[in-house]
């Protein structure tokens, strides 16, 4: 406490050996203090009523402990088609009973106004269901084309695919398919359960690259250093996204990061 109330500023630059003088304890006990400050305090203390700063979004994630969608290897073969399964929450085929229907014709003249309009609704209900049932598959049979190499590889090779640009492709309107996708977990080949959402965020591929950028750093990038290193990689990401990106994967800026022992 100590350190950080009456020496912030060599804390920040990483002045250990001036630290170490300041306080006369050894330069260990300074590399032990930085170490703990970095991985236990966090210098955002309102993000703790959102989420945990070292997660990956600002609100807690959500956890899925059931998929409503699970992709498969045909065969177990990683080289053959992705099989695709919809969970349904009941077994078989909703209908609207027909007996129903003979029902209503016997019924007298005053319940078979509200009786034909039940019927009504039921019929409505079902038929937006096997309307809902067919949009999704239509698009994770899309989703799966478009991204099987991030279905079987991981986030580096996510595509840039937009809500937008699969409603025109099905040709649905574009809340159909954020209605489709809100909620949804996909439970993906190697096990892993992640929210179908995933699947259009653009930001997800860049974003692991900049971490692993930054566990490789010799000494702390700045968010300029990292926009070059991104660009050379095909990433275009301008200085303030980078900012963006490092803080929603809860990553400390250049002058708080304490340098990596032994890398560069």
């Not at 966090?42 to 703790?48: D, G, Q, V």
């Not at 991030?150 to 595509?159: P, S, T």
């Not at 653009?202 to 990292?226: A, F, M, P, Q, Y």
Request: proline share 6%; with cysteine.
């Amino acid at each position: 406490r100590p350190m950080i109330e009456k020496e912030m500023a060599l804390l920040s630059r990483h002045q250990y050996a001036e630290l170490a003088r300041a306080f006369k304890v050894s330069l260990r006990t300074v590399h032990q203090t930085v170490t703990f400050i970095s991985e236990n305090l966090n210098p955002f203390p309102a993000r703790s009523h959102w989420g945990d700063v070292r997660q990956a979004t600002e609100t807690p994630p959500q956890v899925y402990h059931r998929p409503d969608i699970m992709m498969s290897y045909l065969n177990d073969d990683p080289i053959k088609p992705l099989v695709i399964e919809i969970i349904m929450p009941l077994n078989g085929t909703l209908r609207v009973n027909p007996m129903f229907r003979s029902a209503i014709h016997e019924a007298d003249q005053e319940k078979k106004e509200d009786w034909k309009n039940d019927l009504e609704r039921a019929s409505l209900f079902v038929k937006c269901l096997q309307q809902r049932n067919h949009t999704i598959t239509r698009l994770m049979q899309r989703v799966a084309s478009l991204q099987r190499s991030f279905i079987c590889r991981g986030e580096k090779y996510l595509k840039p695919v937009t809500r937008a640009q699969l409603s025109v492709e099905l040709g649905v309107h574009e809340s159909t398919i954020s209605r489709a996708v809100a909620n949804k977990a996909v439970q993906l080949p190697n096990g892993r359960i992640v929210p179908l959402a995933m699947f259009f965020d653009r930001s997800l591929n860049v974003r692991k690259v900049l971490k692993e950028i930054i566990e490789k750093e010799g000494r702390s990038l700045s968010d300029t250093e990292i926009s070059e290193l991104l660009s050379k990689q095909g990433y275009q990401v301008a200085r303030r996204t980078v900012a963006k990106y490092r803080a929603m994967e809860g990553i400390l800026p250049a002058h708080l990061r304490r340098p990596t022992p032994g890398v560069g």
